[in-house]
């Protein structure tokens, strides 16, 4: 993974960005950002996974979006979490746990504009990629204010992942999906004065 967990020298935050584990099997080939689904016995398995590679990480605070999923990873990781709903998957709206053969079918125009540009389409009854990246940004000002000089695990979800490792990284909204985000995965950002640093990416225990 990383060779140590101690932060080097000048870092003000380091992050821990985790995606949730493997979704219960209704979840599968649906729309689900806020459609509230839970673990699959995999994806408690995946988390434990996690959890005995964080032992020795000295984590000062853990946040997780509101999302059952997320929640119930984020306590396998920690007794005590900070939920934070500005960290949540997108909100699909009309679409949500709807399969994608399913909207192709009932909104052909909308879908192709999704597959063809995913972030310059706003959901209807939902909100738009930019909606959410400013509510996740905005979220993790909020984190580095309150944490400054400390180690943060952030439980949430790819979306949400991707969004702040584009921004670490001065990643144009439009590659996010260059970056692959897997059940359970771990990501380090450490933050300096004035830029970032990203140390691991999408790491499977």
């Known amino acids: 993974m990383i060779s140590s967990w101690a932060r080097p ?9 985790i995606r949730h584990g493997e979704p219960e099997a209704s979840a599968k080939g649906r729309c689900y950002g806020k459609l509230d689904v839970g673990l699959s016995d995999v994806g408690r398995e995946q988390i434990g996974s996690v959890a005995a590679m964080l032992e020795s ?3 000062d605070a853990v946040y997780t979006s509101p999302r059952r999923r997320a929640c119930e990873s984020a306590e396998l990781l920690a007794g005590d979490v900070i ?3 500005r960290l949540s998957e ?8 709807l399969t994608y053969d399913e909207v192709a079918e009932r909104y052909p125009s909308l879908y192709r504009r999704w597959m063809e540009r995913p972030t310059s389409v706003e959901f209807p009854g939902g909100e738009s990629f930019e909606q959410m990246r400013i509510r996740v940004l905005d979220a993790m000002r909020a984190i580095r204010d309150t944490h400054s000089n400390q180690t943060v695990a952030i439980v949430s979800h790819g979306g949400v992942n991707r969004i702040v490792l584009a921004h670490a990284l001065g990643i144009d909204a ?5 970056m692959e985000q897997s059940h359970a995965g771990v990501s380090v950002v450490d933050d300096f004065d004035d830029y970032s640093v990203v140390r691991l990416m999408n790491a499977s225990c």
Do not use: C, K, Q, Y
């Open 9 to 17: 020298t000048g870092v003000g935050l380091r992050l821990v960005l």
């Open 90 to 97: 997108i909100h699909f709206g009309d679409l949500e746990g």
């Open 83 to 85: 939920v934070e709903p």
């Open 174 to 178: 439009h590659n996010i999906f260059h």
């Open 57 to 59: 990480a000295s984590v």
